[in-house]
């Protein structure tokens, strides 16, 4: 009984369940689902992007559900509906509030400058409706957004530039029709 206490929980829920994109939908078995993220990829520190996932394939109907844990950055809800999406109080991980949907929107925050790459964690369920975990097909991914660099143009100063070929006196000397190497 004591072994049975120290086992940790495992939960499954039609209202979703937060941070197990990791692991994906193990409770469930049956065939494999196919999952569409259109996160970006590269980040712009401080951004906030909209996000879409979806599940498709799996088995037929119209039931689902995901999760998904960021490592950086917010998660967060753009409004409530009736596909709307809970986030849990850190703004780490999203998962339904219901399982009669195979799509969900969500707004990712970036993290600020210098946080360095990102890791998203996704898993994606269709159900078959059956109200059990027998049937139903999942997938998950793990993808990881590099932060986006400032591109600034190279800038040349104190740079000659002449009509006439001779014998460069300074590395910073160019002449008409000469190649630079």
């Known amino acids: 009984a004591l072994m049975v206490l120290t086992l940790p929980t495992m939960e ?5 369940i937060h941070n197990q994109a990791g692991s994906g939908c193990t409770c469930h078995y049956g065939s494999t689902a196919t999952l569409s993220e259109n996160f970006p990829s590269t980040y712009t520190a401080g951004q906030t992007y909209s996000i879409q996932i979806s599940a498709s394939g799996g088995v ?18 753009p409004g409530t509906g009736i ?8 703004g780490q ?19 600020s400058t210098g946080s360095g790459t990102t890791s998203v964690d996704i898993a ?7 109200n059990a975990n027998s049937g139903d097909g999942w997938t998950s991914s793990s993808i990881t957004i590099p932060e986006g660099s400032s591109n600034t143009a190279p800038t040349a ?18 002449y008409y029709d000469v190649d630079l190497f």
């Open 60 to 77: 037929s109907g119209s039931n689902g559900g995901f999760n998904v844990v960021v490592d950086k950055g917010t998660l967060s809800t």
């Open 124 to 130: 994606v369920l269709t159900a078959n409706g059956n």
């Open 157 to 174: 100063s104190n740079v000659y530039i002449s009509d006439m070929p001779g014998p460069a006196t300074a590395i910073t000397q160019a």
């Open 93 to 111: 991980s999203a998962t339904h509030t219901t399982n009669s949907y195979r799509s969900w929107s969500f707004d990712w925050t970036a993290p």
């Open 12 to 16: 499954g829920k039609q209202n979703g």
């Open 83 to 90: 596909m709307s999406v809970k986030v849990d109080s850190s």
